[in-house]
Nanobody, 121 residues
Framework: QVQLVESGGGLVQAGGSLRLSCAASGRTKAMGWFRQAPGKEREFVAAINWSGGYTYYTDSVRGRFTISRDNAKSAVYLQMNSLKPEDTALYYC?????????????????WGQGTQVTVSS
């Protein structure tokens, strides 16, 4: 059983930056970030494989967000730059038992409680 705890969310103006962190209680394989805005379905944001050599992004954040990991610390990060009001959502960290990450929420086995990101215009 893996427990995930996110941190780093907050309120920021459009154009600003935030760095989300996710601490895992044990060793993890593929990791991902998802987000869910009020009234919308949970959507994929970014994912990274076990070694960190492969990363994946949804089109709307590519070039603005960067996912990374530190396996020595059992942590994964999401650096978010040039934030837009449409990035406002509850951001979830997720862990998979697979080596390669999936792009769908049902491909992940463990979830954190989420951290709120609010971008004001």
């Amino acid at each position: 059983q893996v427990q995930l705890v996110e941190s780093g969310g907050g309120l920021v103006q459009a154009g600003g930056s935030l760095r989300l962190s996710c601490a895992a209680s044990g060793r993890t394989k593929a990791m991902g970030w998802f987000r869910q805005a009020p009234g919308k379905e949970r959507e994929f944001v970014a994912a990274i494989n076990w070694s960190g050599g492969y990363t994946y992004y949804t089109d709307s954040v590519r070039g603005r967000f960067t996912i990374s990991r530190d396996n020595a610390k059992s942590a994964v990060y999401l650096q978010m730059n040039s934030l837009k009001p449409e990035d406002t959502a509850l951001y979830y960290c997720a862990a998979s038992t697979a080596v390669q990450p999936g792009l769908s929420y049902y491909e992940y086995d463990y979830w954190g409680q989420g951290t709120q990101v609010t971008v004001s215009s």
